[in-house]
Nanobody, 121 residues
Framework: QVQLVESGGGLVQAGGSLRLSCAAS????????MAWFRQAPGKEREFVAA????????YYADSVKGRFTISRENAKNTVYLQMNSLKSEDTAVYYC??????????????WGQGTQVTVSS
């Protein structure tokens, strides 16, 4: 069983920055691929970014490439999402997810409860 707890969301002006954190339980965190997804009101959940178990490989949605950075600290069982140059269209609930299969494209089988990010224009 893996538990994921997100934090760091809030209200920010357009052009500003936020850093989201996701703390994971479990002794095998370092073997999981981790990702961030988001869901805006009235829209389907969409992929944002993913990082491999080692942190050596990352993958981003085109909409956030160059603005967001995903990283992880396996010693702290934590994954981060640094969000810069935020836009109003980034407003959403952001979810952390873990893939116990370990691959970036593997199914994500554990999810956090989400943290709200609101960008005011």
């Amino acid at each position: 069983q893996v538990q994921l707890v997100e934090s760091g969301g809030g209200l920010v002006q357009a052009g500003g920055s936020l850093r989201l954190s996701c703390a994971a339980s479990g002794r095998t965190f370092s073997s999981y691929a981790m990702a961030w997804f988001r869901q805006a009101p009235g829209k389907e959940r969409e992929f944002v970014a993913a990082v491999s178990w080692s942190g050596g490989r990352t993958y981003y949605a085109d909409s956030v490439k160059g603005r967001f950075t995903i990283s992880r600290e396996n010693a702290k069982n934590t994954v981060y999402l640094q969000m810069n140059s935020l836009k109003s269209e980034d407003t959403a609930v952001y979810y952390c997810a873990a893939s116990t299969a370990g691959g970036l494209a593997s199914p994500y089988d554990y999810w956090g409860q989400g943290t709200q990010v609101t960008v005011s224009s």
